[in-house]
């Protein structure tokens, strides 16, 4: 009796003591970070780290620019992903609209050595994706890829015969139908090098060419591809070299040192990788940390300089779509380097 007396008050008092709140149980506590949507990954916060400047505002409108690339004349080619358009800060600091709204849908841009300019578009982002090429001046609207092919052209990199590389941006993280893509030199063929990616997106080409870095929208994922020839992998040439943290690696560049700075979507910041794909270093978009500006996709490097120019929008929170500027490690790789 002694003990079943004993057991009904052990009971009794753990019911009181779950009614009132036990201090006595683990509790966890937020870090001073750790309700912060926008503080930099832990593994990612003590890198090296400059904050970029504003330096052109492109519209007080929500425009999602990418593709920003320099042309032999020092003005910086760009395109407006929903409407289509491809657009030109010139030297002098004045915008030009080259190619008008319209459902082409622009999402990637390449300038050929010729000074043609080769964009890639999503079309409607399910089945009308397309590469088109224009003049300089963006005249005369030739198709590459049409919008039949199936294909959702997303960004491209030329190589050093007059090839190039794009990723289709189609998939999910758990149905990863994109892949990497070759077109020959005569724009004749299409050669897979690497399906079954979950929205492929960004896309270089190491200083020697032989290296073709990918990421991998929907999974976070860093490929580094080593090629046998133009549209072969190595043996055991393919692997996956980082796991980023959070949403979600875009577009990307390599400096002259094969250094690769890669746009970090929704996280307002640029993400910098050796060759060997281990960061070291990174640039903030001012704002970020208040949640403005972190759509940011793509970034060019200004020929001669190593002056990083990051193209970003502020979605709907008012500040419209700017261009920052920030200094990497190592110069560009020179214009047309690959081609």
Do not use: C
Request: net charge neutral; glycine share 12%; proline share 6%.
């Amino acid at each position: 009796m002694h003990k079943t007396l004993l057991a009904l008050l052990m009971i009794a008092l753990s019911a009181s003591a779950l009614a009132v709140g036990d201090p006595a149980i683990p509790t966890l506590k937020y870090s001073a970070a750790g309700q912060d949507l926008n503080a930099l990954p832990a593994a990612e916060k003590d890198l090296p780290t400059v904050t970029a400047q504003p330096w052109f505002k492109v519209s007080d409108k929500l425009l999602q620019l990418e593709g920003p690339s320099f042309d032999r004349q020092g003005n910086l080619v760009l395109v407006e992903v929903f409407g289509g358009q491809v657009l030109k800060v010139d030297t002098q600091g004045k915008l030009q609209v080259l190619v008008a709204k319209n459902a082409l849908g622009s999402a990637g841009l390449a300038i050929h050595k010729d000074g043609r300019l080769f964009v890639a578009g999503l079309g409607n982002f399910k089945d009308t994706g397309n590469l088109t090429v224009y003049d300089a001046d963006g005249t005369n609207p030739q198709t590459v890829i049409g919008g039949n092919k199936g294909f959702l052209v997303d960004d491209l990199v030329f190589d050093a015969d007059g090839g190039f590389y794009f990723t289709d941006f189609k998939g999910t993280s758990t149905e990863p139908t994109g892949g990497v893509y070759y077109v020959t030199p005569d724009f004749k063929r299409i050669v897979p090098i690497l399906p079954k990616l979950a929205i492929a997106n960004g896309i270089a080409l190491s200083p020697d060419g032989k290296t073709l870095w990918v990421t991998e929208f929907a999974t976070g994922l860093l490929h580094r591809i080593e090629l046998k020839d133009a549209t072969t992998i190595a043996p055991f040439g393919e692997v996956i070299v980082y796991r980023f943290n959070g949403p979600s690696p875009d577009s990307m560049r390599v400096d002259q040192d094969g250094n690769l700075y890669v746009a970090q979507y929704s996280q307002g910041r640029v993400l910098v990788l050796n060759p060997n794909g281990t960061p070291i270093g990174q640039v903030l978009i001012p704002g970020r940390e208040t949640g403005h500006f972190l759509r940011s996709t793509s970034l060019a490097i200004k020929p001669g300089t190593n002056e990083l120019y990051l193209v970003s929008n502020d979605g709907d929170l008012g500040q419209g779509s700017v261009i920052f500027r920030a200094r990497g490690f190592a110069k560009a790789l020179p214009l047309y380097s690959h081609q």
